[in-house]
């Protein structure tokens, strides 16, 4: 159904290889002549001859006279322990206060919740014996005809 695809080579390349050639040293160095400068206006030149023979000659450079470091008082190990203690005594007597106080805020409110729900009852409790003598329709009993009843019926 599908016409098959033909197989697609890359075109090759031409590659071109480079090998580094080893430098060759000149056969005799000579060094260049040091030139004595007058001391003066101009600053100094050094020279230095290294080993594979070559001169370099450049300005000496002084170097950079660094600031004495003011050296600071030492301070005592016990001094750093009673600072650090007396940080962590502030840090406990902070929480201890807190504690303190989120106690004392928990005990009135369980105390306020306790009252509510006493003068809740004790209201409901009132409602139900008041209003059950002024509603006629309610279930009276006659104690002293439940007792004849009783000595009517075992007597």
Not at 68 to 91: C, D, H, Q
Request: proline fraction near 12%; charged fraction near 10%.
């Amino acid at each position: 159904m599908y016409p098959e695809h033909p197989v697609h080579v890359p075109p090759s390349r031409a590659v071109d290889i480079h090998r580094p050639a080893p430098i060759t040293p000149p056969a005799v160095v000579t060094p260049a002549p040091i030139v004595p400068v007058q001391p003066g206006a101009l600053p100094s030149v050094a020279s230095v001859v290294l080993p594979d023979g070559r001169v370099v000659t450049g300005y000496a450079i002084s170097p950079a006279q660094l600031e004495p470091v003011t050296s600071k008082p030492a301070v005592s190990r016990a001094a750093v322990n009673v600072a650090l203690g007396g940080v962590g005594f502030l840090a406990v007597c902070g929480g201890l206060l807190l504690l303190t106080t989120f106690i004392a805020a928990l005990t009135a409110l369980i105390t306020q919740l306790i009252i509510l729900a006493a003068v809740i009852f004790g209201g409901w409790i009132a409602i139900q014996v008041f209003s059950a003598s002024s509603h006629p329709g309610g279930t009276t009993v006659n104690i002293r005809k439940a007792v004849i009843k009783r000595s009517h019926f075992h007597g």
